[in-house]
């Protein structure tokens, strides 16, 4: 079966720190990969997809970016974080062939940017 | 542009009854429809989908309805329990665009014991 984990689980930084999340997926392999940011009391909001190695496209232009450096594996990452940077940050994969387009989620991470 | 809303933000429902969640849609390109249940502090758990060629799908006590014409889908939960209590998210995509979901914004449903 497949699995997917993020970490860390909930992180604290100050204004200006840099960011590094990290998902990774198991049990398959070519998935498509996203990461998603909740921010408090509304919904989820895509902010990068991958269809593999090295293949990213932003949906929203931000302070965040993604890279994809192995097939399972996806960052999130930002040199200089800001207070809007807070939220619960999501990844998702899905299958890359068609008839199933369903997305997985990870557990999250909530990320407080003080 | 919201072009997926839940324009009801919660819903409280008695243990036995029938819940009925709505989305609405403004984007005509979409042609795949899924609901996830969230948690808080957990990623969204995939409960059901349905294709732009069906008008129903149902697994156990769901039961997605979509109505294209209208654009507007609704989650059934037959019969309710309080262990469906959460946070429940409609999402819709262009499947030939990717596969990207856009969300609404959610509504928590309550089940009372």
């Known amino acids: 079966s497949q699995t997917i984990h993020q970490w860390p689980a909930t992180l604290v930084q100050p204004v200006g720190s840099p960011l590094s999340l990290e998902c990774t997926v198991e049990?398959?392999?070519?998935?498509?990969l996203y990461w998603y940011r909740q921010a408090a009391g509304r919904g989820l909001q895509l902010l990068f997809y991958?269809?593999?190695?090295?293949?990213i496209s932003s949906e929203v232009p931000q302070n965040l970016s993604a890279s994809r450096p192995q097939d399972r594996q996806f960052i999130l990452s930002s040199k200089k974080l800001l207070l809007s940077d807070s939220g619960f940050y999501l990844c998702a994969w899905s299958r890359g062939t068609s008839g199933r387009y369903e997305q997985y989620f990870g557990p999250g991470t909530r990320l407080t940017v003080t | 542009d919201q072009q997926v809303k839940q324009n009801s933000p919660s819903l409280s429902v008695q243990e036995g009854r029938i819940s009925i969640l709505n989305c609405d849609y403004t984007n005509s390109m979409f042609d795949y429809f899924l609901w996830y249940k969230k948690y808080p502090a957990e990623g969204p758990t995939f409960l059901i989908s349905?294709?732009?060629?069906?008008d129903k799908n149902e697994d156990g006590r769901f039961t997605v309805f979509l109505n294209k014409s209208a654009k507007h889908l609704s989650l059934h939960i037959v019969p309710s329990q309080p262990g469906d209590s959460a946070v429940y998210f409609c999402?819709?995509?262009?499947?030939?665009?990717?596969?990207?979901?856009?969300f609404g914004g959610g509504t928590r449903l309550m089940v009372k014991p």
């Open positions: 049990g398959t392999s070519n998935p498509n």
């Open positions: 991958s269809v593999g190695i090295g293949q």
């Open positions: 999402a819709a995509s262009v499947i030939e665009a990717g596969n990207m979901l856009t």
């Open positions: 349905i294709s732009s060629i069906k």
